[in-house]
Each structure stands twice: as structure tokens, then as C-alpha cells.
């Protein structure tokens, strides 16, 4: 099981850092990603973080701005998010996989919300 957490309100330019934390079974040999969903649009990938950390690679939106890490000793994975931006508004999810679409990620967590005002 993966769970989102970390989210809330922030106004534009501030930071927030989301973390996602795996239970029942380890995660450390495999890739992670971070996915987004705003209302009303299709779940987009944000960022991906191979099983050691050494490859990362982030959506063209986010890059520069966003973080993803992963302390594999704790089982948990982050995303610091800097320079927030009110199209960053959505829930954010956290998945098992590889890739930059929802289909190559099995494991899910809940999601958390993120809300940036102007």
C-alpha cells in the first residue's frame, strides 16, 4: 500500500513537500512516480525516480521547480515542490512503475491535495 501525504494550501511562490510512504511491502527495488489530477482534466505525469535514485526525470511543467527523492531505508518517497503555481492545484498521487503514463504504474496511493491560490 502507498500512502500520499504532505498536501494542503499555499499561496503562489510557496513550497510544500509530499511524501509517500509504502507499507505492507517494500518498494526500494522498484521505480516510483508522482502523477497529478486537476478538476475537470486527465491525470498527467509530474515525476519519476528510478529504484536507487540515480535516475529521475520530471514533466516539462514542473521541471525546475519540482523534486523527487527517495529514502529507500524509510520506504518513502518525496516530491518538494517549489515555486508553486495555481495550475499546480490538483491531487496528487503517488504509483509504483516506470513511465510517463498512468498504465505502466500498478500500485496506487490515495492522493493528496494540493491547492495554490493567487
Known amino acids: 500500500q502507498l500512502q500520499a501525504s504532505g498536501g494542503g494550501l499555499v499561496q503562489a511562490g510557496g513550497s510544500l513537500r509530499l511524501s509517500c510512504a509504502a507499507s505492507?511491502?517494500?518498494?526500494?527495488?522498484?521505480?516510483m512516480g508522482w502523477f497529478r489530477q486537476a478538476p475537470g482534466k486527465e491525470r498527467e505525469f509530474v515525476a519519476r525516480?528510478?529504484?536507487?535514485?540515480?535516475?529521475?526525470s520530471y514533466a516539462d511543467s514542473v521541471k525546475g521547480r519540482f523534486t523527487i527523492s527517495r529514502v529507500n531505508a524509510k520506504n518513502t518517497m518525496y516530491l518538494q515542490m517549489n515555486s508553486l503555481k495555481p495550475e499546480d492545484t490538483a491531487v496528487y498521487y503517488c504509483?509504483?512503475?516506470?513511465?510517463?503514463?498512468?498504465?505502466?504504474?500498478?500500485?496506487w496511493g490515495q492522493g493528496t491535495q494540493v491547492t495554490v491560490s493567487s
Open positions: 505492507g511491502r517494500t518498494f526500494s527495488f522498484d521505480g
Open positions: 504509483a509504483r512503475g516506470w513511465g510517463t503514463k498512468g498504465h505502466d504504474y500498478d500500485y
Open positions: 525516480i528510478s529504484w536507487n535514485g540515480g535516475s529521475t
